[in-house]
């Protein structure tokens, strides 16, 4: 199908599916997600699998790089002093629940079973028992981030979630390349030592965020001589895409260099929200096609894969 007419196709369901959500309580997402299996996979097959890799991944990159960007603003320095204990605590509290919870169970299930097979070892089922685990340690900051703007929710309680929301995924993002140069050491792959992991981690965490703050500052710098919104609208999306495929193509996060360049505008001390409001007013269709792509993602097909084990992750997670 035309790419001009699947996009008008995706923005008419998605908008109708969520006016149908509303109408018995329901959050939007829920309708474009609805709307995504309607037509995705599982569905009428009209987005099809090879759309969603190819011709349209480039506006899920960018709903991406808008919502890490919202979640910085909500990183204020001052709003972190009051909320900064509860939010570790929180964090810390859920992604030791989470690792332990899914980890423990993804090793018991299979160990126990012998699900690998006669050549599976231990160490194998470990590996992937750890993985796992840190893989449910994230939390899908998008739907966080729009249901909270749809119910206009203000206040500590919505604004902790959203920090809690950004920590939590950097957290998720350090361990899980933890988890991946453990795996490699343990299977033999490579062979590191501790202060390896730890110089890595910190890389992976540190790189994308000295990027989001460099491209913060020169944002606000830009930003402060214009006047114009939609010169605003222009400068400051070009930059937080360029910064978000620069990382993309140095192996970093983009969603860490997004919070970075929120979190950077939003503590200067001449600090300009103009960008925050006028990205906001641009982001609507964008997450309608974020979100009702995600759900043409979801091929019930595929979670036969997954089987008996997919419902333990699931369970525990």
Known sequence: MEIT????LILTVGFIAAKAGQAVRLPSVTGFIAAGVLLGPSGLNIITAEATGNQLRHFTQIALMLIAFGIGEHLELKQLKVTAKTVLSICLADTVAALLLVAGAILLATWG?????????????LVLAIILGTVSIATAPGTVLFITRECRAVGTMPTTLLQVVAVNNGLGIVLFGVALVFAKEVRGVEQT????????????????????VAT???????????????????????????SGELARFLNLSPLLVGIAVGFTIVNRDRRDVRLFRTLNAFEPPIYVLFFTLAGAHLDFSALTVAGWLGCVYFVFR
């Open 5 to 8: 007419l699947l996009l008008a």
């Open 113 to 125: 079973s012998g699900a690998g097979g006669p050549e599976w070892h231990f160490k194998d089922y």
């Open 193 to 212: 030592g501790l202060v390896t992991i730890l110089v890595v981690s910190l890389a992976k965490i540190s790189f994308p965020l000295l990027l989001g």
């Open 216 to 242: 913060g500052l020169i944002i606000d710098f830009i930003i402060h001589r214009l006047k114009d919104r939609g010169e605003m609208l222009t400068i400051g999306l070009a930059l937080l895409l360029l």
